[in-house]
């Protein structure tokens, strides 16, 4: 009697895993920083603010800069309209296209779950051809909790046809925010270790870590099959 396994669903973070957007965030933050006679962030502070979606980056912005915290809807809105579709400078990390399309090739359902807003998220798939890939597109204003909350990685799993409560599936972030989410569902949790995390690898949950591409099907096929 043949039993066959279902390949696992896959959700992956997109920040600092799939993609390195930092230099167009920092861009567009200096932007509106420029425009409130705000002195520039250097790259390296922006890129330790991603993670956490829209609204945190500007909290950690404002308490940088020492700016009123009433006028975050206001940076958020002006930053929102430069990064709409600021991809000049966002890649692609090595090995990831390939990688995504050997997964799909092998059957397993993809998705994405970021805190990055949903249309924004949707245009840069679209700008690098990969959108297709992905059954399940969950952004960081696509349900009402963002990560590290447990809600928005259940809803991408259960676009992927997984059962939100007790799923079989594994999710691949880089940050502390996609260690606690994964931990919080549960699901097993890789971690990119070429990402935005600040914490030690030792010190965030995880099965596995990779720090490239071309290592990740290898590890996603040593996981036992539904
Ligand atoms: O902070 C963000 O905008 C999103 O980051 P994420 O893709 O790593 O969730
Ligand atoms: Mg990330």
Redesign the pocket.
Same mark, same amino acid.
């Given at each position: 009697m043949n039993v066959c396994l279902a390949p696992l669903p896959i959700v992956f973070?997109?920040? &600092?895993?799939l993609i390195d957007s930092a230099p167009d965030i920092h861009a567009c933050v200096n932007t509106v920083l420029g425009h409130h006679d705000t002195l520039p962030l250097t790259l390296d502070q922006v890129r330790s603010f991603? &993670? =956490?979606?829209?609204e945190?980056?500007w909290q950690k912005i404002i308490a940088a800069r020492d700016l009123p915290d009433d006028k975050i809807p206001d940076y958020i809105s002006a930053f929102m309209l430069c990064y709409q579709d600021a991809t000049q400078m966002t890649r692609l990390f090595p090995g990831v296209a390939e990688a995504l399309n050997l997964l799909a090739d092998r059957g397993y359902p993809l998705g994405i779950c970021?805190?990055?807003p949903h249309a924004v998220t949707c245009g840069i798939l679209d700008h690098f051809g990969i959108a297709n890939l992905f059954g399940s597109v969950i952004g =960081?204003d696509s349900v009402q909790e963002r990560?590290p909350h447990p809600a928005p990685l259940r809803a991408a799993l259960l676009g992927l046809g997984a059962d939100p409560l007790n799923p079989k599936a594994l999710y691949v972030?880089?940050?502390e925010?996609?260690a606690a989410c994964a931990a919080a569902v549960p699901v097993p949790f890789l971690i990119y270790s070429q990402g935005?995390r600040h914490t030690p690898l030792a010190d965030l949950p995880h099965l596995a870590s990779f720090d490239d591409f071309a290592a990740l099907p290898g590890l996603i096929d040593m996981q036992p099959a539904d």
């Open positions: 973070d997109l920040d &600092g895993t991603i &993670g =956490g979606g829209v945190v980056l970021t805190n990055k =960081g990560k972030g880089d940050s925010f996609d935005y």
